[in-house]
């Protein structure tokens, strides 16, 4: 029995792609996995049977990879499977951004009994008068799952658009409609775009990626939208070109205190996931790529393992996080050598300084094959899977 540990609550479509060898609960303790959504993991105890953590979303900053890392303990998430509902909230806000929609909305409703109010309402529409996308150019920084969905749709509302992203993916490419432009230079996103939508990860390089010098860049009446993460715009740069004038609106998913009650900084709660659809698309992925690596050792959509995937074949499994070092493999396929194991199958692959091996071996190991491996200097975590 595998024992899963929740730290939010997940969807019960979670336990459609588990099986009754998994017990999942809130209490378990030292879990084998654990899945979550916004629990923030930096002071949480790592339990000895820990393999595995699952983010049912696609931002990992509230887990600590690199102690997880160290630990031997694969961390996923979920890239694409909350994609649609971000996009859709992604175009409300850009209708909210270019329409005046909430003062409208706020205005109608202090019209509440006043004489007249049909008459009140033609004659103040005027002051909540907005332009339209169609035509207009917006940027899309970073295209990923999300980003890609939001630049096809705007196409679809007959938009001129402009995407950055100088790590996009072959296949990413190809699942952009053919009219988006693709842009090298992001200062000249930034110089050139109507409507500009943040969709990149918070990192060294793009935290406070919009930020006086580059608000500076924009056009007089940009509008900026933020569904990625907070710390991508500088607030106090972003206050104070929205009070200028520079910046027509900003919409951000993520309120501070300081965004509060600012006229054209439009706050919504971080909503950009908030369906139903999207909690069970991204606890079902979730699942499905916990019980994987749990029962087989494979690696699909981790952020700090190496991806790895191969079918079942032998009678054993043994898997073997290292260092991206020589000699892993020598000493990995010797100790087995030197035991008369047979390797029916093997497959290694590596990401950075971490290597990863999946050998499907034949006939009975011995009972400290584990011990044994997981002493070789460079070995972080060993497993042998039945």
Known sequence: MYN????????PCALKELNENYNMSADVENPDGIMLRSFNMHEYEIGSNLLAV???GAGVNNIPIQKMTEKGVAVFNTPGANANAVKELVIANMLLGSRKIVRAANWSQALKGKEGVEKLVEKGKKEFIGGELKGKTLGVVGLGAIGRMVANAAIDLEMNVLGYDPYISVDGAWSLHRDV?????LDDLF???DYITLHVPLTDTTKYAVRKETIAMMKTGTVIINCARGELVNNADIIDAVNKGKISRYVTDFPTEELLGIENIICIPHLGASTPEAEDNCAVMAAKELRDFIENGNVTNSVNFPQAHAPRTGD???????????TMIAQATSYLSANSINIESMLSSSRGELGYMI???VGSLPSDAAEK??????????RVID
């Open 4 to 11: 899963i540990k929740k730290l939010n609550e997940i969807s």
């Open 359 to 361: 050998l499907d071996v």
């Open 316 to 326: 054993k499994r043994i898997t073997i996080l290292h260092e991206n070092k020589a």
């Open 54 to 56: 699952a983010r049912a």
């Open 191 to 193: 110089k050139n775009a």
């Open 181 to 185: 432009k693709h842009i090298t230079n």
């Open 373 to 382: 491996l997981s002493a070789i200097s460079g070995f972080i975590k060993v």
